[in-house]
Nanobody, 130 residues
Framework: QVKLVESGGGSVEAGGSLEISCIIF????????MAWFRQAPGKEREGVAA???????SYLDSVKGRFTIHKDVIKNTLYLQMNSLKPEDTAMYYC????????????????????????WGQGTQVTVSS
């Protein structure tokens, strides 16, 4: 069983920086797809950034150039470095994981599809004040 635990959220002023992390517990596989999602009150959950086991990354347009996703393989931890934060970045941030070996056929949809991911963390709150 895989368990994801996020941490590092908090309150920051606009223009500031914050790094959130997600520790992956349990048996994991060499091939994976991991992502950060966020959900603001009254809004749908949206994909923010994703990374695969080849270290290829994808980003939501509104965070490109400001956010960086990376994974420390030794620590088995996923990170999201967030710079130049804006009030509209305020949300609960969740990490998510998919292991292709658990599927009968490869997933052919988008990295932003919520249903792609089997494992989810409990979330960490990020609040950006103006």
């Amino acid at each position: 069983q895989v368990k994801l635990v996020e941490s590092g959220g908090g309150s920051v002023e606009a223009g500031g920086s914050l790094e959130i992390s997600c520790i992956i517990f349990g048996y994991t596989r060499s091939r994976y797809y991991m992502a950060w999602f966020r959900q603001a009150p009254g809004k749908e959950r949206e994909g923010v950034a994703a990374i695969d086991s080849d270290a290829s990354t994808s980003y939501l347009d509104s965070v490109k150039g400001r956010f960086t996703i990376h994974k420390d393989v030794i620590k088995n931890t996923l990170y999201l470095q967030m710079n130049s934060l804006k009030p509209e970045d305020t949300a609960m941030y969740y990490c998510a994981a998919e292991y292709p070996s658990e599927r009968r056929t490869p997933y052919g949809g988008s990295w932003q599809d919520i249903w792609r991911y089997t494992y989810w963390g409990q979330g960490t709150q990020v609040t950006v004040s103006s």
